[in-house]
């Protein structure tokens, strides 16, 4: 049966803001996700158990135990969630992955925020803007986060969650970044998490890291990125439309 388990009762969240981390061009959403989780050693709080995921056991060095490629961690202080995933989830899995976990988002009074890479070749730091759903926009004026400069979708795995959250009315935030379409962008995941994750949050992210480690960051996840260039519907992305779609 489709669920999330948490596993951390003594763990509480009062309508708690959360940082989705699937994969994606550039890895953004994964490598913010990852960031965050690391940066804060935030708590394993639940496995997602959602129809659509791959059954896979993920495990870790110096750890014995294996875990589901989709999970979240909490952070108690900061009211904060990160979905972090180790694998990508298929086309044809989305729609049940998204109706599971936007489900339980509505249950536990979450304010999603989505990740996305816009293929782009920046020039100078790359721009973020944002989309949302149900009372997000108010959101994103306070954050002075800017909307988009053009029509676009966002596709994938993260384009079926805002989807979702946008089709049961679930205020939502999805953020969109310039990315390189073929490696690892740690600079894009930076400007993600300074620019828009946190005035949105509420906290001060330490990205120091991420600049420092971003050739390292480049080598451990691209694997990942070079699977993701060779099945791309799997991959999240936000691609602007052409004027007659």
């Known amino acids: 049966m489709a669920h999330v388990q948490v596993h951390r009762d003594d763990i509480s969240l009062d309508s708690p803001t959360l940082v989705e981390g699937l994969p994606g061009v550039g890895l953004v959403g994964k490598i913010a996700a990852d960031h965050l989780v690391d940066a804060y050693d935030m708590e394993y709080y639940a496995a997602v158990h959602c129809d659509g995921l791959p059954e896979i056991a993920v495990y870790a060095d110096d750890d014995p135990e294996v875990r589901p490629p989709v999970r979240l961690y ?3 202080g900061r009211n904060l969630l990160v979905l972090q995933s180790d694998a990508p989830i298929s086309p044809s899995g989305a729609r049940d992955f998204a109706g599971c976990i936007v489900g339980w988002f509505e249950a536990n009074d979450v304010t999603p925020i989505y990740l996305s890479g816009r293929p782009a070749e920046k ?12 009372d997000g926009a108010s959101m994103l004026k306070e954050a002075n986060v800017d909307p988009p400069s053009e029509n676009g979708a966002i596709t994938g795995p993260t384009g079926a969650l805002v989807h979702e959250s946008q089709r049961v009315g679930l205020t939502s935030i999805g953020l969109i970044v310039e990315a390189d379409q073929q490696f690892p962008d740690p600079e894009a995941a930076r400007a993600l998490l300074q620019t828009a994750i946190s005035p949105l949050a509420d906290f001060e992210v330490d990205t120091e890291a991420l600049v420092e480690q971003a050739e390292e960051i480049g080598q451990a996840k691209a694997k990942l990125a070079e699977q993701l260039q060779e099945n791309q519907e799997e991959s999240t992305s936000a691609r602007p439309l052409g004027m007659y779609q």
């Open 74 to 76: 909490a952070d108690e």
């Open 123 to 134: 020039d100078g730091a790359p721009e973020v803007y944002g989309v949302s759903t149900g």
